[in-house]
């Protein structure tokens, strides 16, 4: 375990991801603590509605953080530091897939008004974030496990197909393959409410 | 029956085609209503979607405060093993201390013999015996 320098200063929010890594790299747990603090938030998230549980986010979340600091020097820069722990957390969050929690049967949804507005093409109004959130997440958890990563990363995450195909270590035309039928399934989910 | 570029909807509502088919298919989008119909499907989907922002919880306790306390518990079992490695080497000390002792007792012994032997080289206290048993029979 490296010591935590003395004097390295507060890793201040106007680093780059760039160089709060290069500082980690070098030892200053600070740096890690800033990069930490930048992603926590979005990768909870993303665990979240990969896995349908907060307690099970939180988990697989902890697990990234860790194996990501302890394969700091392996990382080479080749992708974003972002891809790259969304790419640990992908490989997290497939290893609870395949520990045994199959995906929820698809079945009527009831979907609350804020996200029946979204879906009929209205505004949802500003206060109801949660109720659209638990009802995405039910969408989502009826979905295949590839299907509800690729939504996930592109819808929620606004991640680019290249990015994407770099997360999940498949080429970007099966990223365009795995929308067009994440898409087809969602839409016959929601089919009640799209036409 | 569906149109041929149906399936092209996807990536031309993501701006993932490339730049020349991505303006052709929008001009497609135009004359072709079923295509239309579906980019507007894709387009609410995707505002129902994207209205669950990923980051608007904060997880029950900072990662970073959990990742300090795993790096306090990896410092303690390093603390652990290395005391335990002390602990054995100052055991391992001691035993030689110990096994050295057992020399210099040895040599105690050694010396004691030899302090033996000089008591018996010295004229034996029986000829003192002697000498004083003949005094007195001179006295008498």
Known sequence: MTPRPASQGDA????????LLRRAQGGDDLAFDA????????????????????SDAEDIVQETFLAAYEGLANFES????????????????????????????????????????????????PTVAQEIRIDVLE??????????????????????YGEIAEVLAIPAGTVESRLFRARQELKLLLKDYLD | MDCPQLPKVSAYHDRA??????????????????????????????????SAPLDDRRPRMAFSAQLQQK???????FFTAAAAIVFLGCGIALLRMSNDSSTTTQAR?????????????APAPDEEDILVQALFREDR
């Open chain 2, 17 to 50: 085609l490339p730049e020349h088919e991505q303006s052709s298919f929008a001009q497609h989008c135009e004359s072709c209503a079923q295509c239309r119909l579906e980019l507007a499907r894709l387009e609410r989907l995707s505002a129902f979607l994207s």
């Open chain 1, 78 to 125: 080749r992708s974003s530091v972002k891809t790259w722990l969304t790419r640990i957390l992908y490989l997290r969050a497939a290893r609870h897939h395949r520990s045994g929690r199959i995906r929820k049967a698809a079945q009527r949804l009831q979907l609350s008004e804020a996200s029946l507005s979204l879906l009929k093409g209205s505004s949802a109004g």
């Open chain 1, 12 to 19: 201040s929010a106007s680093n780059s991801d760039a160089e």
């Open chain 2, 71 to 77: 790096r306090m518990l990896q410092f303690a079992q």
């Open chain 2, 109 to 121: 012994s050694w010396e004691r013999l030899a302090i033996t032997q000089q008591i018996d080289a």
């Open chain 1, 35 to 54: 990069l930490v603090e930048r992603y926590e938030r979005e990768l909870f998230g993303m665990g979240y509605f990969l896995t349908g549980q907060s």
């Open chain 1, 139 to 160: 969408v989502l958890q009826s979905l295949r496990p590839e299907f509800r990563e690729a939504i996930v990363l592109r819808e929620l995450d606004g991640m680019s």
